[in-house]
């Protein structure tokens, strides 16, 4: 009777325990210190630039909540053919990102409804978010803007020089004027102490998103902007590359007024140019505010932050004296739809830690250097770094027109890697610039239909 008894107890306090643990709450972590919860998070990131700093957000988060943040970066240029190989896996990523409304549509089978998540509650501008009816299957964590950046330094140093062709650098607002600018620039680099007026044109494959995509968005935002194109609609499937000339203008200006001859631009990468700014042997150099922390991080750097300025990439086009920089986002928060619920809870919980917490915040401005649409941020959170001030200033700066990131509705990773192997193409003289166009034109027909 004894024995029986005992083992009565025994089950009793089995299932009570059992109860006791059976709530929606996360579990706690035996070892993790009371509150923290147990369970691990696979984040596939897309900018290879700021990978080392998402391991020290891992390291945060994990001794803040216990719960582990695995992140994998792919290669430059190669996300959406890991991701395509990751999903395939077991293990799949739970949070990863898309690029927009095209590549919802590729991904579509694994975005999970974001739109009762806390992050999305926080969303600013709820218009900028992946949404399908009532649905929501992006959040956007970052707005971004490029141009052309150059150094305030060496402009003041070239206007001191006689026969300059400005006063002020605010008199460049046009092609007209920054090609007269760079051309002075190049005869007189020797005085000016400079290789080039533009830092290198990085064509080495997959290295070349600048052209093929970043460069290539002004002229196709004016082709769908002045045409009345319905970004949502078939139309976007074929371009007739209208603007394909105001594209030479500048690619050309790049290509001949830079620190390395055309011909050798093959073998150049993004780190180059961006070594090159920042040891001041160029002016200018086209990229985007992530670029301050690989300015800043280049070993014997010259270049004063507050001597990094923006200016927008002036092409020929009409009325473009009031065009502002390339301001959006292809930067979405989407959570796999086909992980387990706990999973992708956790997911969830990881990002709006990162743009709500003291600990997350404090990485998405100081390292991450991060222009957050979230209302979580005061005005004493936001990015200080120069680059970050200056996206801001221009997005603010009253009669000027922000340049769209139509480029994400750019056929697919096919077409930008044909458009750059052509652009180097054309760059070594292998290739006239008709058949290019011709090209572009039939790729980007080509690859909307696959």
Known sequence: MKKLLSVLLLTAMTFSLAACGSTNEPAESADSGEGKSTGSIYYLNFKPEIAPVYEKIAEAYEAETGVKLNVVTAASGTYEQTLKSEMAKADAPTLFQINGPKGYASWKEYTADLSNTELYSHLTDKSL????GDGVYGIPYVVEGYGIIYNNALINKYIALPGAKIASVDEINNFETLKAVVEDITAKKDELGVKGAFASTSLKPGEDWRWQTHLANVPVYYEFKNNNIDLASDATK?????????????FDLYINNSVTEPKLLGSKQVADSMAE??????????????????????AGNVVKPEDIKFMPIYTGMEGEENQGLCTGTENFYAINAKASEEDQKLAADFIYWLFSSDTGKKFVVEELNFIAPFDTF?????????LAKEVIKWMEKEGTTSVAWNFTVFPNQTFKDNFGASLLQYAQGSMSWDDLVTKVVADWKTESSN
């Open 378 to 386: 005061t005005d004493a959170e936001k990015p200080s770094d120069p």
């Open 238 to 250: 074929e371009i007739k590359f209208e603007y394909a000339e105001n594209y030479k203008n500048i």
């Open 129 to 132: 978010a992946v949404t399908d």
């Open 277 to 298: 700014f920042a040891l001041g042997q160029c002016v200018f150099v086209q990229n985007g505010n992530w670029a301050w922390s690989q300015i800043n991080e280049v």
